[in-house]
């Protein structure tokens, strides 16, 4: 999902079932791929990442999805838990050698119910 | 150890003051990053340093002053700062110059009264 003005687009699951987390890149070139969880009042936290070259990577309950021709990319939780609840961003890198950084997507908030 | 450690946590400064966030890493990592994040919006990229060199400024206002002593330490030099620099501050380092995965700290919340 994508952010309207100042409002997280969020998705609300219950516990144990499966949340899929959408999120659409910007830029064609480039070539690798964060999803970060970030919990209120703390830094973004790593949860997996994905290579151009893939179209599929897998974590422990997590799974990244990669379509390049659409520019779009899925995060996967199976088996939802209470403590998945935050905010997902999916990040995007891409630039000259010594140059490149991550641009943010605009986030999308994972609300858990017990 | 794979934590990058930001102080102060909170700060609370007025429009005339100086002061330094600051951002510590001992990952070896030889670049490193300084985003701001307002409320419900994702991380926004100011300065990226890569082997000590500011390497990628974000148009970012001369108020915000980066500096890196060593490849350890990162620090953000603020001077007549605006209330709508009220944000978290995040810095983050990576394993090299890629923006390879990146690890953040926790961030300093940041209130300019």
């Known amino acids: 999902g994508e952010s309207v003005g100042l409002h997280l687009p969020t998705l609300s699951v219950q516990e144990g079932d499966n949340s899929i987390i959408n999120c659409a890149y910007s830029?064609?070139?480039?070539?690798?791929f964060i999803w970060y969880k970030q919990e209120s009042g703390k830094g973004p936290q790593f949860i997996i990442d994905?290579?151009?070259?893939?179209d599929k990577r897998q974590g422990q309950r997590v799974t990244v999805l990669l379509n390049k021709t659409v520019k779009h990319l899925s995060l996967q939780i199976a088996a939802t838990q209470p403590g998945d609840s935050a905010v997902y961003f999916c990040?995007?890198?891409?630039?000259?050698?010594?140059?490149?950084?991550?641009?943010f997507g605009s986030g999308t908030r994972l609300q858990v119910q017990p | 150890d794979t934590e990058v450690t930001q102080t102060p946590k909170h700060l609370v400064m007025g429009m005339t003051n100086k002061k330094s966030l600051k951002c510590e890493q001992h990952?070896?990592?030889?670049?490193m990053y300084w985003y701001k994040q307002k409320a419900k919006k994702p991380p926004e990229l100011m300065f990226v340093?890569?082997?000590?060199?500011?390497?990628i400024n974000e148009s970012v206002p001369s108020r915000f002053s980066p500096e890196c002593p060593n490849s350890s330490l990162l620090n953000l030099h603020l001077h007549a700062l605006q209330p709508e620099d009220s944000a978290l501050y995040l810095c983050?380092?990576?394993?090299?110059?890629?923006?390879?995965?990146?690890?953040f700290g926790q961030g300093t919340r940041l209130t300019v009264v």
């Open positions: 990952m070896g990592h030889r670049a």
């Open positions: 983050a380092s990576s394993q090299e110059p890629q923006g390879a995965e990146a690890f």
């Open positions: 994905i290579r151009s070259n893939m």
């Open positions: 990040a995007e890198n891409w630039g000259d050698t010594g140059r490149r950084a991550l641009t």
């Open positions: 830029n064609s070139a480039s070539d690798y």
């Open positions: 340093y890569s082997y000590e060199k500011l390497s």
